[in-house]
């Protein structure tokens, strides 16, 4: 009672007026709607006055009998009967007979009056007095006639009276000089605070459902989740018709209740025709009957806009809950027949005017189902479909029509519901099991159940290959099953599950839809036919502005991912994450994240895709969608990789590997190799890097239906270089351009240049290189291009192309400061002051030294080994030990310990600096 979720400041006014009554007595009329907390406060009141040591004194006209005389001020008194007994005679009598305590002839409504206050004001002499009376609307008229009469005396005493009234209603009190306080519904955050206190397991479409249809109503709020059904489907129908419990009705349903029945059928109709267009409702009745709503002030019709704008939602509900069956048939009916230009929502009326079996409303509801589901509202393409499932004539087509509401339910993710649904598809017509739609979503269940890839793949390749639908390139139930065995092949990594998923795609009359063929050519095995691919995925592109279905939307983004076409993908990438955070389709916004995050990471904005990798885990987590938590997992590694921050990049790749591994989800198993990889080159441990690289696809071969191997060719290629395999390194050169993979994207030949310089003698690939880093669509690549310049730097500086070197090192400098890719920002300082550069003309290396003996004895201080040391600058360990021979005497030094201390004192550069121009 303390809090109230949010009525802060009407605590602090009864803790002003309870100060105030027991010193002067004071009078308060708290006036508010049905439901928004009078009685809630007037506990709060009872309870801080009884603890300031007020004596409270309570009772509620609601709880008594309006035709009893007396009865409010009986139960009001009664505390008190001891003290009647010692009132003069004349006041003593009155009291008992007016209270019913004795028997005699009715006294006058003065004289009760005055034998009140005078009780009362023996009594406060005591303790100050506190009176509540909740509900004074309901109060009988004796006992109102005299709270009045005392009310207006408790000024200069002890006596204080605060009453409650809805809004609305007239005051038993003399409103002259009355203070009122009027007491608002709850504000949204107040609102909030209540709902995740009193449901704090909710999911969070549903808490924002409830939030809306309450408005702010506090017994709204506590009493709407018990009553709606459990299912999140039924909770988030678009209708802001829910069921009330007996509370609610009885609070909202006595407004209506005194309206007169034409104006009551004109309201359910407004009700259920949901835009409260008042040109619209013209046109199915007549508005004269809405005169006497209006002016109960349960509606308004706003002159400007021309719409009909209910005073609470919940009206609309104890409209519909006080109407009968063909009421509200009529109402549904009258409206469909004017809708004739928009099928879904005629649909919907007919389907609620419709009791049995009825095929033609069904088939309505089914291919409005599908229209909704274009635009991404999931839930209501389930109920719409649910609906169909209902109205159908026959067994068959009920199942079929389960089987799809429970694939829908499957595929986007969060339905709890779409286990029960796929059950009641089965048991209602056991042949059903076999169709795709159910074959469908037992397969997604069950990847996101057990995970189990390679079982959910043959039982949807099954169902695919004895599905009778003639390969119909048309048929939409075979293009999701194929959609999803696609998904299926690439999580399991498996030459021969992808052989199954592509003889199905080849068996497609008359050709495969385009973006399934484009699929099928981008995302398996991009370094073999991604490239043939890129025209068609131009064409879906250019579509991305007007495409409505936004499971194309998604799709057209995975088919993006390997030719690098993610960028063209960001606008509508964002598209369904703002959707998905208004409560769409978890699995769209999830995959729109995952978009997002690869696109980020290639171009520098690891923030951002550390901070969506985090939202997207909280999604997986309340939408029940573990098996796509690994994603985001590899998401964070291969930034915390890039950052230095190799423990984490080490620790995430192996959750992902120790949780990839027993579901057969090679495909997982693969990338978490990639931030090892990257995590080992930051750290400078090359070999474990070649280690990683090659566990992904070995040297000299790009691994079929491995694409991520397209991700760790230059770290393989340059982690052989320094580790002394200059024979693998060139091979892997050597099939890359046999693949030619540069012709997959200008990503691809950056890379496949990049790899040429490192490996390639003479200029002529080097100038090659330096023109592709100079081409403006390279630009993007902003962590690659880095790299690239980087590593190519280091072999200019050991050509001793000083100048040259430099240049590229600045632009590489600049482009890993701003990712805050700090090991490479270290190493890129470290090249640049072996090109001789100095940021400061006071930071000289020591005379005795040569720039490279001070690159090898700062290397060495700061605690590589020999051998890490050869590996970072191209030379032979035993080249290193020889130059650390000839360091030590001129630093006057005899170990290697003193490294550090004899650098430091030589006012040394340090390699977190920023570079100076």
Request: glycine share 6%; net charge negative.
């Amino acid at each position: 009672m303390e809090d109230l979720f949010g009525r802060e400041v009407e605590l602090a006014r009864i803790d002003r007026f309870i100060a105030s009554a027991r010193q002067d007595g004071d009078v308060r009329l708290v006036r508010g709607e049905p439901g928004v907390g009078k009685s809630a406060l007037l506990t709060a009141a009872a309870h801080r006055a009884h603890a300031a040591g007020l004596r409270v004194l309570r009772a509620s006209g609601s709880e008594f009998e309006a035709e009893v005389s007396y009865s409010l001020l009986n139960q009001l008194l009664l505390p008190l009967s001891s003290e009647i007994a010692r009132l003069p005679p004349a006041y003593r009598d009155a009291l008992v007979v007016a209270l019913g305590l004795g028997s005699g002839p009715a006294p006058q409504t003065l004289l009760v009056g005055n034998a009140t206050l005078s009780l009362l004001t023996a009594v406060a002499r005591k303790a100050p007095l506190l009176l509540v009376v909740d509900d004074i609307q309901w109060a009988d008229r004796l006992s109102a006639v005299v709270l009045g009469f005392v009310a207006r005396r408790v000024k200069a005493s002890p006596i204080g009276v605060i009453a409650s009234s809805r809004i609305g209603t007239e005051s038993f009190l003399d409103r002259r000089g009355l203070t009122e306080v009027t007491v608002e519904p709850l504000a949204r955050e107040a609102s909030a605070r209540l709902v995740d206190a009193r449901f704090p397991t909710m999911a969070p479409h549903a808490r924002e459902r409830l939030l809306e249809l309450a408005q702010g109503n506090p017994l709204a709020l506590v009493e709407l989740p018990a009553t709606v059904a459990t299912s999140t489907e039924q909770f988030l129908e678009q209708s802001a018709v829910v069921p009330l419990s007996e509370r609610l009705q009885k609070v909202f349903a006595l407004r209506v209740a005194g309206l007169p029945d034409a104006t009551r059928l004109l309201l359910l109709l407004a009700t259920f025709e949901g835009s409260g267009d008042v040109g619209v409702l013209r046109g199915l009745t007549d508005l004269t009957d809405l005169a006497p709503a209006e002016r109960a002030g349960l509606v308004r019709v706003d002159d400007c806009t021309g719409v009909l704008v209910f005073r609470h939602p919940l009206i609309q509900s104890a409209i519909v809950a006080t109407s009968t069956h063909e009421e509200r048939r009529g109402a549904h009916l009258a409206i469909a027949s004017g809708l004739t230009s928009d099928p879904e929502r005629r649909a919907w009326h007919l389907a609620a005017a419709t009791a049995g079996p009825d095929e033609s409303v069904a088939a309505q509801l089914e291919e409005a189902s599908r229209r909704v589901l274009q635009r991404g509202d999931v839930l209501a393409a389930i109920a719409a479909l649910v609906r169909a499932a209902e109205l159908s004539a026959t067994t068959e087509d009920r199942a079929r029509r389960l089987a799809e509401a429970a694939y829908m339910g499957a595929e986007a993710g969060g339905v709890s519901d779409a286990t029960t649904l796929l059950a009641d598809a089965q048991a209602t017509s056991p042949n059903s099991a076999g169709s795709l739609h159910a074959a469908n979503a037992a397969a997604l269940l069950m990847v996101n159940g057990d995970g189990d890839v390679h079982t959910a793949h043959r039982l949807l390749a099954g169902a695919i290959e004895s599905g009778e639908h003639g390969w119909r390139a048309d048929d939409a139930a075979l293009d999701e099953a194929l959609h999803t065995l696609l998904l299926l092949s690439w999580y399991a990594g498996s030459a021969e599950l992808w052989a199954v998923f592509h003889r199905a795609v080849a068996r497609l009359t008359p050709a495969p839809p385009l973006l399934l063929s484009v699929l099928s050519r981008t995302f398996p095995d991009p370094v073999r036919t991604g490239a043939a691919a890129g025209r068609d995925l131009e064409t879906l592109l250019s579509t991305l502005d007007t495409e409505e279905d936004l499971t194309r939307v998604m799709r057209i983004g995975t088919a993006s991912v390997y030719l690098d076409r993610l960028g063209d993908n960001r606008e509508h990438s964002w598209r369904l994450v703002r959707q998905g955070r208004d409560g769409g389709a978890p699995r769209r916004h999830l995959s729109a994240i995952m978009h997002l995050c690869l696109d980020d990471y290639l171009t520098g904005r690891w923030d951002e895709a550390t901070e969506l990798a985090h939202e997207a885990q909280k999604v997986c987590s309340v939408s029940n969608l573990p098996f796509l938590n690994w994603y985001f997992a590899y998401n964070r590694a291969i930034v915390a990789a890039g950052r230095g921050r190799t423990d984490e990049a080490f620790k995430l790749a192996d959750e992902i590997t120790h949780w990839a591994l027993p579901r057969g989800v090679a495909g997982a198993v693969a990338i978490a190799h990639h931030p090892r990889t990257l995590a080992a080159a930051a750290d400078g441990d090359f070999e474990a890097a070649y280690q990683h690289a090659t566990a992904v696809s070995p040297a000299g071969v790009l691994a079929p239906h491995v694409p991520i191997s397209t991700w760790v060719m230059f770290d393989l290629v340059e982690a052989a270089l320094r580790t002394g395999r200059s024979d693998e390194a060139r091979a892997h050169a050597e099939a890359m351009r046999s693949a030619q993979v540069a012709m997959i994207s200008p990503r691809m030949r950056l890379i496949q240049h990049g790899v040429d310089a490192l490996v390639l003698d003479g200029e002529e690939a080097a100038v090659r290189l330096e023109e592709t880093l100079d081409d403006p669509a390279c630009e993007r690549w902003l962590f690659e291009s880095s790299r690239i310049r980087l590593a190519f730097a280091e072999k200019l500086r050991r050509r001793k192309e000083f100048s040259r070197a430099r240049g590229h090192l600045a632009v590489a400098h600049d482009g890993f400061a701003a990712m805050g890719a700090d090991p490479w920002v270290a190493r890129t300082l470290t090249e640049l002051r072996a090109t001789g550069f100095r940021a400061d003309a006071d930071e000289q290396p020591p005379a005795a030294l040569t720039a490279q003996e001070f690159e090898i004895a700062s290397l060495a201080a700061s605690g590589l080994t020999n051998k890490q040391i050869a590996e970072r600058l191209y030379l032979s360990h035993r080249t290193v030990g020889a130059h650390l021979y000839r360091i030590f005497p001129k630093l006057g030094i005899s170990t290697r310990a003193g490294l550090r201390d004899a650098l430091s004192g030589q006012n040394v550069h340090r390699p977190h600096q920023p570079i100076l121009d």
